[in-house]
């Protein structure tokens, strides 16, 4: 799923046979959010965009959250409207959670990398990026479980 604004950069070196076909299907994927509020791919392929999705929503809310997180160490205690993280941890918070959304992309060594999977040393670095993902997601899934409640401003 990519926004109209960016179409003509993802599909920059693409032929304008593929241009036209990829056109029709972005545009009615656009069709899709505006009316149901996603698409089809989004539903074929949820966690990615999930991801994906979740680390624009989380950069948006740092740029214009307002509110400060309420500190995890007390929370037993009456008063934990009155005890709260400053705005620079809050933004800490919001930093490490995004950088591990952002960080999650299994399939980041297509884009970062020139290996192949048919070489025998590639895989074996391929695995790493993909194990390395798979860590990013977990601490990132942590994160927004553990914060979730706060995440409005």
């Not at 399939?107 to 194990?131: C, H, Q, V, Y």
Request: hydrophobic content about 35%; proline content about 2%.
């Amino acid at each position: 799923m990519i926004g109209l604004r960016e179409f003509s950069k993802e599909y920059k070196k693409a032929r304008i046979t593929y241009k036209i076909k990829s056109l029709k299907w972005e545009l009615r994927y656009a069709w899709q959010r505006a009316w149901r509020g996603y698409d089809d791919v989004e539903v074929f392929d949820l966690s990615y965009k999930f991801i994906e999705r979740m680390t624009q929503i989380l950069k948006d809310f740092r740029k214009n959250n307002i509110a400060l997180f309420p500190n995890p160490d007390y929370q037993d205690t009456v008063h934990l409207t009155d005890i709260s993280l400053s705005e620079k941890e809050t933004n800490d918070v919001l930093d490490e959670m995004i950088n591990h959304f952002e960080n999650s992309d299994i399939n980041a060594w297509t884009e970062e990398t020139d290996l192949t999977p048919s070489r025998k040393g590639d895989m074996e670095k391929i695995g790493k990026f993909e194990k390395n993902a798979m860590e990013h997601e977990k601490q990132a899934l942590a994160m927004f479980v553990k914060w979730f409640d706060c995440l409005w401003y």
